[in-house]
């Protein structure tokens, strides 16, 4: 990448590796690498620098620290910011759709909310033992819009459990249930994605990985497209303007025990 791309980068941090044949990117605010408008800014920019890498295989992200990412800020989920803050954040995925680079997760600590579908949408997720991955919006009032997309395409039924019931699964259960597609020791993660990539994906044409990346998750990708812009209303339109949603928003910023009303 240019040197007056990653000048422009805020919380995101990127690295080369096999000669231009990996990117690592590195969600870089921590101890929690909350993906807020300057980071989901900054991954777009990326994003869109990576598609011009002509050599590139694979774009792959970690977290700075001992966690992958806590999610999305919920400061940004207030009614007054929340339909911009949402439809950045989709437009990251309908970017990274649109870029056709095969992609990776490497998870690590807690892998929580806008972490998970982030990393759930990943072509390859590398899940290293001690991590703990969920979609806890249901606590807090709210559910996941990409998650409620892509948990069921990775888990099945299960991928709708985790999601209405907000549970976490530690690192052996992310592999039983396909939403990690290899577990491994804490700290080995990076090397493991590295070695994949070297014994799999060095020896591939760049453009031909992309071409196949794109058929190979073609219907995903037509149930994303369709399926973000009505989640996104069921979100915006509907679930916003419900009293409990916004108390469970409400509730966790003021760190006490939301009141539901049913309303």
């Not at 980068?9 to 000669?19: G, H, I, P, S, W």
């Not at 996941?144 to 052996?172: F, K, M, Q």
């Not at 812009?229 to 910023?253: K, Q, S």
């Amino acid at each position: 990448m240019t040197a007056a791309v990653l000048d422009r980068l805020t919380k995101v941090y990127c690295r080369q590796a096999f000669d231009g044949a990996l990117l690592w990117v590195t969600l870089d605010a921590p101890p929690g690498n909350v993906l807020d408008a300057e980071m989901i800014a900054s991954l777009r920019r990326v994003v869109a620098e990576a598609r011009q890498l002509p050599r590139l295989r694979l774009l792959a992200f970690v977290g700075a620290g001992k966690h992958f990412s806590y999610g999305a800020s919920v400061e940004e989920h207030r009614p007054e910011q929340v339909r911009e803050m949402l439809g950045a954040f989709h437009a990251l995925f309908r970017d990274l759709i649109d870029a056709d680079l095969p992609t990776a997760a490497c998870v690590r600590g807690r892998c929580l909310g806008g972490g998970l579908e982030l990393a759930a949408f990943c072509d390859r997720v590398v899940v290293e033992a001690g991590a703990a991955l969920g979609q806890p919006e249901i606590k807090l009032g709210v559910f996941a819009p990409v998650g409620s997309l892509v948990l069921p395409w990775r888990c099945g039924a299960a991928g709708g459990e985790l999601l209405l019931t907000g549970r976490t699964v530690d690192a052996e259960e992310a592999g039983a249930l396909r939403l990690a597609d290899q577990v491994c020791g804490a700290g080995e993660g990076v090397q493991a994605i590295e070695r994949w990539t070297q014994e799999h994906l060095l020896p591939l044409s760049p453009s031909s990985l992309r071409l196949a990346r794109r058929a190979a998750r073609l219907e995903i990708h037509h149930r994303l497209r369709d399926g973000l812009a009505e989640v996104e209303r069921l979100y915006l339109d509907d679930l916003m303007t419900t009293p409990d949603a916004r108390e469970g928003i409400a509730a966790f910023l003021a760190k006490r025990p939301p009141i539901w009303s049913g309303a």
